[in-house]
Every structure is written in structure tokens, then in C-alpha cells.
């Protein structure tokens, strides 16, 4: 794994991570989700090893602040744990994805397909939706969320919203909160609320039915969807949440859709089969 720095227009330099090089034809780059990075979501480096191990480049496109960690005591384990990405910028979703791939393009890649996890899912589907680029040949959309039904499957969600308010209302937009966000991570106040209000990344409204899927239909190239059978954010429903998604393209019989069986949202103790079907995904597109 190499720790890569692509620039973005506005000047930040997000940091990514890399496994194998231009060398190879083929690479894929994934979006992580919120409050992740290759250190503490296992499924990145698991599917950059098996990849790599095999001629394809792998890059992990991560949020800006995604190497920043805070430690915090852990009173069961008697250790110190460290872990969180405490700021992302919503509004900057497109420039972030496309700064990802024009890095992987400035590479001399010959095939670039571009995959998300999670929230990551869909940062690709607003970027593939207003791209006027043709760069990416094809995507690889992994446990997208309906961000509405996200929020509402959380038990602490107006604790959270109502703290984070009143930080931004005292002027303490960029202080990092008083708990772990979903018990894993810190996160600022103002990320939590323009996370919440993310109206640009509410694409796959299938539960809740708040936001658009004209992004879905606007994505003018074929591509993949995954899910494991057991993802929690699909209303107990995961088979028929992913192909409810891939319904509103505008080839859906053109996709491909794969069901893990028995993983989760976050595919835990299943990152090597995850891996193996993205491998499979790749391969099957170089026949």
C-alpha cells in the first residue's frame, strides 16, 4: 500500500491510498463511506490486496481529514483506540470523486472503474450523473444508502441532531462532539448537520422515499451492484433495495447485480468475498 496525495482545484489535497501502479491497465478506485479509511475499514486494503495480487490497481478514495485519528480510552479493553474521520465537506462531493479519477487518468490508466462503499456509493452516483467526462468506463455501486432511512434507523438521531445545532449555534461548528458518532467515530458538528442535509447524496430514496432518483437515470454507462443479504440499511430488504436501485437506471438489465449472502452492511468477516466478487466483476469486463 502507497499513501497517495491527489489535489483538488480548491487547493486540499485529500489522501488516499494505493495498491499497485500504472503499470497495470485496469484500475479501481472506491469511495469509502462516512467516517472511514483504510485503516479502519478492513473491507479497503482486503479487496487492494486481492486486486493488486492480481494486475488490477486498486485506490482507496477517501474524505478529506481521513488520516486524522483521535484516541479514546477503552474502559473493557484497557487500551488506548484509535479511530475517526472528523470532518468531510458534503457540498464538495464532486470535485473529491472527479479529483480521484482525473489523478487515476493523469496515471495513464487505461480503464478506470470507479466504485463506492456505503455514503461512497453515492458521492459515484452524483459524480457519474453530472460528469461531462467519459473517463470512467465503468462503476461498481457497493451498500448504497437511502440517506433519510440512514438516519432513522439511528437511536440516538435527535440527541445527536440537537447537540450538534446547538455547537453551531454557539459557534462551535468545528468542535469535535461528545460522543462517538454511531459508537465508532468523532465527528464535528457541523459535518453531522450537513451530513444530515446532504441533498445532493439523498440519490437512492428507496425506503423513505426523500430524494431523487434522476441521478440514477442520468448515468450514461453500465455497471454493478452489490449488497450483502444481511445489510442493515434496507428495511430488512436487501436483494429487493439493490435491484429497486439498479431499476432506475437507464440500462438496469445492462447491470449486474450481486447478493452476498449473509454479509452485512459493512461486510464483517466477509471482506475477502467481497473482494473476490469485485475481482470477478473486473475480470468479467476485460473478457
Given at each position: 500500500m502507497e499513501i497517495i496525495n491527489v489535489h483538488t482545484p480548491r487547493g486540499l489535497v485529500l489522501k488516499g491510498?494505493?495498491?499497485?501502479?500504472?503499470?497495470?491497465?485496469?484500475?479501481?478506485?472506491?469511495?469509502?463511506g462516512i467516517c472511514s479509511n483504510v485503516f479502519q475499514n478492513e473491507l479497503?486494503?482486503?479487496?487492494g490486496k486481492l486486486l493488486s495480487e492480481n494486475e488490477v490497481a486498486f485506490i482507496a478514495g477517501q474524505a478529506m481529514d481521513a488520516f486524522s485519528f483521535i484516541s479514546y480510552s477503552n474502559t473493557v479493553t484497557k487500551t488506548q483506540t484509535t479511530t475517526g474521520v472528523v470532518n468531510d465537506d458534503f457540498s464538495q462531493v464532486y470535485e473529491d470523486v472527479d479529483s480521484y479519477v482525473k489523478y487515476a487518468k493523469e496515471l495513464g490508466f487505461k480503464k478506470i472503474i470507479l466504485a463506492g462503499h456505503s455514503l461512497g456509493s453515492n458521492k459515484i452516483i452524483n459524480y457519474l450523473a453530472n460528469t461531462?467526462?467519459?473517463?470512467?468506463?465503468?462503476?461498481?455501486?457497493?451498500?448504497?444508502?437511502?440517506?433519510?432511512?440512514?438516519?432513522?434507523?439511528?437511536?440516538?438521531?435527535?440527541?445527536y441532531l440537537e447537540t450538534?445545532?446547538?455547537f453551531?449555534?454557539?459557534?462551535?461548528?468545528?468542535?469535535?462532539l461528545p460522543f462517538l458518532f454511531m459508537g465508532f467515530s468523532p465527528m464535528c458538528a457541523k459535518t453531522l448537520l450537513d451530513f444530515y442535509n446532504a441533498e445532493?447524496?439523498?440519490?437512492?430514496?428507496?425506503?423513505?422515499s426523500v430524494g431523487e432518483t434522476k441521478s440514477l437515470k442520468k448515468i450514461r454507462i453500465n455497471g454493478s451492484f452489490v449488497i450483502g443479504s444481511r445489510d442493515s440499511m434496507t428495511n430488512h430488504d436487501a436483494e429487493g433495495f439493490i435491484r429497486k436501485i439498479n431499476s432506475y437506471t437507464k440500462n438496469p438489465d445492462a447491470n449486474r447485480v450481486e447478493i452476498i449472502d449473509g454479509a452485512?452492511?459493512?461486510?464483517y468477516g466477509m471482506h475477502e468475498e467481497y473482494a473476490k466478487v469485485v475481482l470477478g466483476i473486473v475480470k468479467g469486463q476485460q473478457l
Amino acid at each position: 500500500m502507497e499513501i497517495i496525495n491527489v489535489h483538488t482545484p480548491r487547493g486540499l489535497v485529500l489522501k488516499g491510498a494505493m495498491w499497485g501502479d500504472n503499470t497495470m491497465n485496469t484500475v479501481v478506485i472506491m469511495m469509502s463511506g462516512i467516517c472511514s479509511n483504510v485503516f479502519q475499514n478492513e473491507l479497503l486494503p482486503a479487496t487492494g490486496k486481492l486486486l493488486s495480487e492480481n494486475e488490477v490497481a486498486f485506490i482507496a478514495g477517501q474524505a478529506m481529514d481521513a488520516f486524522s485519528f483521535i484516541s479514546y480510552s477503552n474502559t473493557v479493553t484497557k487500551t488506548q483506540t484509535t479511530t475517526g474521520v472528523v470532518n468531510d465537506d458534503f457540498s464538495q462531493v464532486y470535485e473529491d470523486v472527479d479529483s480521484y479519477v482525473k489523478y487515476a487518468k493523469e496515471l495513464g490508466f487505461k480503464k478506470i472503474i470507479l466504485a463506492g462503499h456505503s455514503l461512497g456509493s453515492n458521492k459515484i452516483i452524483n459524480y457519474l450523473a453530472n460528469t461531462p467526462d467519459d473517463f470512467v468506463d465503468s462503476y461498481i455501486v457497493t451498500a448504497p444508502i437511502d440517506l433519510a432511512h440512514f438516519f432513522d434507523c439511528i437511536k440516538d438521531k435527535k440527541m445527536y441532531l440537537e447537540t450538534a445545532q446547538k455547537f453551531v449555534e454557539e459557534g462551535r461548528g468545528s468542535s469535535i462532539l461528545p460522543f462517538l458518532f454511531m459508537g465508532f467515530s468523532p465527528m464535528c458538528a457541523k459535518t453531522l448537520l450537513d451530513f444530515y442535509n446532504a441533498e445532493n447524496l439523498k440519490n437512492c430514496p428507496v425506503v423513505s422515499s426523500v430524494g431523487e432518483t434522476k441521478s440514477l437515470k442520468k448515468i450514461r454507462i453500465n455497471g454493478s451492484f452489490v449488497i450483502g443479504s444481511r445489510d442493515s440499511m434496507t428495511n430488512h430488504d436487501a436483494e429487493g433495495f439493490i435491484r429497486k436501485i439498479n431499476s432506475y437506471t437507464k440500462n438496469p438489465d445492462a447491470n449486474r447485480v450481486e447478493i452476498i449472502d449473509g454479509a452485512s452492511h459493512i461486510f464483517y468477516g466477509m471482506h475477502e468475498e467481497y473482494a473476490k466478487v469485485v475481482l470477478g466483476i473486473v475480470k468479467g469486463q476485460q473478457l
